[in-house]
Nanobody, 124 residues
Framework: QLQLVESGGGLVQTGGSLRLSCAAS????????MGWFRQAPGKEREFVAA????????FYEDSVKGRFTISRDNAKNTVYLQMNILKSEDTAVYYC?????????????????WGQGTQVTVSS
């Protein structure tokens, strides 16, 4: 079992920055790939970014490339999402997930564990 708790969401103006954190409790965090997804009102949960177990490989959805950075600290059982140059279309609830998969990390079904989400609102 792995429990995930997101934090760091909030209200920010267009062009601003936020850093989300996802703290994991349970066994063998470092054996899981981790991902961030987001869900806007009335829309499906969509992939944002993922990182493999070691942090050596990262993956991004096209609209966030160059603005968002995913990282992890296995000693702290935490994964981060640094979000810069935020836009109104980034407004959503952001969820972190944990996966044992080594490929296809942009697919929601690859993730066995999810956090409860944290709201990010970008205002103009």
């Amino acid at each position: 079992q792995l429990q995930l708790v997101e934090s760091g969401g909030g209200l920010v103006q267009t062009g601003g920055s936020l850093r989300l954190s996802c703290a994991a409790s349970g066994r063998a965090f470092s054996s899981y790939a981790m991902g961030w997804f987001r869900q806007a009102p009335g829309k499906e949960r969509e992939f944002v970014a993922a990182i493999n177990w070691s942090g050596g490989s990262t993956f991004y959805e096209d609209s966030v490339k160059g603005r968002f950075t995913i990282s992890r600290d296995n000693a702290k059982n935490t994964v981060y999402l640094q979000m810069n140059i935020l836009k109104s279309e980034d407004t959503a609830v952001y969820y972190c997930g944990a996966s044992t998969a080594t490929w296809g990390l942009q697919v929601r079904g690859k993730y066995a564990y999810w956090g409860q989400g944290t709201q990010v609102t970008v205002s103009s």
